[in-house]
């Protein structure tokens, strides 16, 4: 069974502070990806990477980075939250036969 | 790029009843289709998927049909459960592996007892 871990399922922030989320897959794959879903919206990819020190662009990237040191681990940062950012956030690590695999999200409130 | 539209954004059938889900996709290079299913307060989860080779492809009451011609593609759901009840995503990826999945907006289904 592919295990998708968030480091935490509710944050609560502060309008400018730095935020870590990290998310760790342990089946070895290529690909993961961070969402965030808003109601009406969907899932709109912020950030994917294919490889170790590897990343990309995806739909929303403003406001956020990056950061992939390890295949297993691929953390989401927001440099300077802003309220716009509460969200719920997704992680995903994507299979050889293209399955994704979310991680259980992180509850991100942003006062 | 690849764009996808779903529709309706909320459907309700009575228990029993079929329903049915539609999307659209931009991108005549896009090649794999899935569903996800998001059940209240969990993370998506695959439910089905079709790639553009074929042109439907079933699972128990859960069905997909796929046309290439006219780039939409639907979910039908046989026999509706309240189990069914979720939001459900298509989704879109084009034919080259690092090319992101663009998914829908979603559709919320209510199944009515």
């Known amino acids: ?111 | 790029g690849e764009n996808v539209e779903q529709h309706p954004s909320t459907l309700s059938v009575q228990e029993g009843d079929s329903a049915v889900i539609k999307c659209t996709y931009s991108d005549s290079a896009s090649n794999y289709f899935p569903w996800y299913k998001q059940e209240l307060g969990k993370r998506p989860q695959l439910i089905i998927d079709i790639r553009s080779n074929v042109g439907e492809k079933k699972d128990q009451r859960i069905a997909v049909t796929l046309n290439k011609t006219a780039k939409h593609f639907s979910l039908h759901i046989t026999e509706t459960q309240p189990e069914d009840s979720a939001v459900y995503f298509c989704a879109a990826r084009a034919m080259n592996r690092d090319d992101k999945i663009i998914f829908g907006k979603g559709t919320r289904l209510h199944i009515l007892p």
């Open chain 1, 1 to 111: 069974d592919v295990k998708v871990t968030q480091s935490s399922r509710y944050l609560v922030k502060r309008t400018g502070e730095k935020v870590f989320l990290e998310c760790v897959q342990d089946m070895d794959h290529e690909n993961m990806f961070w969402y965030r879903q808003d109601p009406g919206l969907g899932l709109r990819l912020i950030y994917f990477s294919y490889d170790v020190k590897m990343k990309e662009k995806g739909d929303i990237p403003e406001g956020y980075s990056v950061s992939r040191e390890k295949k297993e681990r691929f953390s989401l940062i927001l440099e300077s939250a802003s309220t716009n950012q509460t969200s719920m956030y997704l992680c995903a690590s994507v299979s050889a036969s293209d399955t994704q695999y979310f991680g259980p999200g992180t509850r991100l409130t942003v006062l």
